[in-house]
Nanobody
Framework: QVQLVESGGGSVQAGGSLRLSCAASGYIYSSYCMGWFRQAPGKEREGVATIYTGLGVTYYADSVKGRFTISQDNAKSTLYLQMNSLKPEDTAMYSC???????????????????WGQGTQVTVSS
């Protein structure tokens, strides 16, 4: 059983940066896909970035390319999301998730991910 716990959210002004962390317990196989998702009030959950844990291949939503970076520390079993040049439209609840199919990591459909953290709020003010 995989458990995920996020941290690092908060409030920041536009143009600022935040780093989110997701601590994983249980066993994350090298064939897994882990990712960050977000959901703003009144909107559907959307994929932000994913990483194929075994190969380190990353994928990003167009809206965050060049501003966000997903990374992993296998020794600490932790997933990160570095968010730079934040915009008010980045305001959302951010959650990390995992699925046991790294080969489909390019597909950020939330319904395909079976393991979820509780989320951490990110608020960006203008």
């Amino acid at each position: 059983q995989v458990q995920l716990v996020e941290s690092g959210g908060g409030s920041v002004q536009a143009g600022g940066s935040l780093r989110l962390s997701c601590a994983a317990s249980g066993y994350i196989y090298s064939s897994y896909c882990m990712g960050w998702f977000r959901q703003a009030p009144g909107k559907e959950r959307e994929g932000v970035a994913t990483i194929y844990t075994g190969l380190g291949v990353t994928y990003y939503a167009d809206s965050v390319k060049g501003r966000f970076t997903i990374s992993q520390d296998n020794a600490k079993s932790t997933l990160y999301l570095q968010m730079n040049s934040l915009k008010p439209e980045d305001t959302a609840m951010y959650s990390c998730a995992a699925k046991p199919n790294g080969a489909s990591c390019h597909n950020m459909r939330p319904a395909d991910f079976g393991y979820w953290g509780q989320g951490t709020q990110v608020t960006v003010s203008s």
